[in-house]
């Protein structure tokens, strides 16, 4: 016979509790800067215990990449030149009404994380396009770089841009891929 869960010690779903973190995490982010905001403050606002945190991240740089993965699935698909622009501008959008953040995060300690991981997923789509790995690898450095400066330099007031216009830019990104080629 079955063991029956004392009340309240129900398993929460694997998804409901990266969700939570995730939540804790973006809610902490939004009040304070990244590098302030340790493992232990995301597991207490999340209230998950510190396995728990851990069975589902490696540490904070893991948990933003996470919560950012929307931003570089769209400009990696920007990248490609295969997004829809409707999509590519709701991001930038999105990523201009956070602005403050978005720019922490950029000058951060966090900016190299989050160019490796947009580098890693335009290369995935180079080499599913059919470039070669190493021209891959190298294009879609160069992309991922061109594109956090643009948008660095337009969320930071040093560049002034309409969001249209900075969408088209991020996707004028796509010639860069496909001049790689040739």
């Excluded at 009340?7 to 982010?29: C, H, N």
């Excluded at 800067?33 to 597991?43: G, K, L, M, V």
């Amino acid at each position: 016979m079955p063991a029956i869960a004392p009340p309240g010690s129900e398993r929460v779903p694997r998804t409901q509790t990266r969700k939570a973190i995730v939540d804790a995490f973006t809610a902490l982010a939004l009040r304070h800067r990244y590098e302030t905001i340790r493992a232990s403050d995301i597991i207490a606002n999340a209230g998950v215990g510190k396995s728990t945190f851990y069975e589902h991240f490696r540490g904070k740089n893991d948990v933003l990449l996470h919560a950012m993965q929307p931003v570089v699935l769209a400009l990696a698909t920007a990248a490609s030149g295969r997004a829809a622009r409707s999509y590519i501008r709701e991001t930038v959008r999105h990523l201009w009404d956070r602005r403050l953040v978005g720019r922490a995060l950029l000058d951060s300690t966090t900016g190299p994380v989050f160019q490796r991981s947009l580098a890693e997923a335009i290369r995935t789509h180079a080499v599913r396009a059919g470039l070669g790995d190493s021209a891959a690898a190298i294009a879609a450095r160069g992309i991922a770089a061109a594109q956090l400066a643009m948008l660095r330099s337009w969320l930071a007031g040093e560049a002034t841009s309409t969001i249209d216009d900075m969408t088209d830019s991020l996707v004028a990104c796509s010639r860069l891929l496909r001049s790689g080629s040739n």
